[in-house]
């Protein structure tokens, strides 16, 4: 599976496309999003779509793959990453993900991985695949911390630092979705506390300070 990071050039109306479709499919979902929409969206008539794109499921991919790309950059770069006590890249990255994901933003913005795997998972295989990948990606990362910081601070406790992770993954898509029932934007940062204090009785240790946002 290929996958395309954002540091690659797409050539610029395939990049139009794509930007117009990661807004949208945020927006509106996959199915309720229109081959004309994006189109419309990115200022592109229907034969340039179709120079690029054999379809929209065939957009969609390379969409998630770029959404994907991004996304990983960011945490990739995050200040979390510097910090040498694993425990403080956890709560760090707590603190990272309620920064990036509840800035001012449209509130009906979603996930766009989130979004496909509620909508295609079970009809499109390769979308399904690409979902799981990410999903796969992120808690394995997740992991990682969290097997060091039990390995120093909590040894012998009774917790499993995969389930942690998946948690966390499912934290997340989960508080998109209410937020956007609820119209709430404090959803996500209110439940990303909660697993905060989980994580704080389970490891016997809160954070010293706020370790994920950036000073800027």
């Known amino acids: ?35 004309d929409e994006i189109c419309s969206a990115a200022g592109v008539t229907k034969g340039g779509f179709f120079h690029y794109f054999k379809s929209k499921e065939d957009l969609a991919h390379t969409a998630a793959n770029y959404f994907r790309g991004i996304r990983r950059t ?61 999903f796969q990606h992120t808690a394995q990362d997740f992991e990682k ?21 998946f948690m966390y993954i499912s934290i997340y898509q989960g508080s998109k979705m209410m937020a956007k029932a609820l119209e709430s934007r404090t959803v996500l940062a209110d439940n990303l506390d909660q697993f905060r204090h989980c994580l704080e009785n389970l490891f016997g240790r809160k954070p010293v300070r706020k370790t994920g946002r950036s000073k800027n």
């Open 1 to 35: 599976m290929s996958n395309i990071a954002p540091t690659i050039e797409l050539p610029e109306t395939k990049r139009k496309l794509v930007d117009a479709g990661v807004k949208l499919m945020r927006l509106k979902g996959f199915h309720a999003t229109s081959v």
């Open 74 to 134: 960011r945490f990739d770069e995050a200040p979390f990453r510097k910090l040498t006590d694993p425990l403080d890249r956890v709560f760090g990255r707590l603190e990272f993900t309620k920064e990036v994901f509840t800035s001012p933003s449209p509130l009906a913005d979603g996930c766009l991985i989130g979004m496909f795997a509620q909508e295609v998972a079970s009809t499109n295989p390769e979308l399904r695949q690409l979902c799981e990948d990410s």
């Open 145 to 165: 911390d969290l097997v060091e910081a039990k390995a120093l601070y909590a040894p012998k406790a009774d917790f499993d630092p995969k389930k942690l992770a």
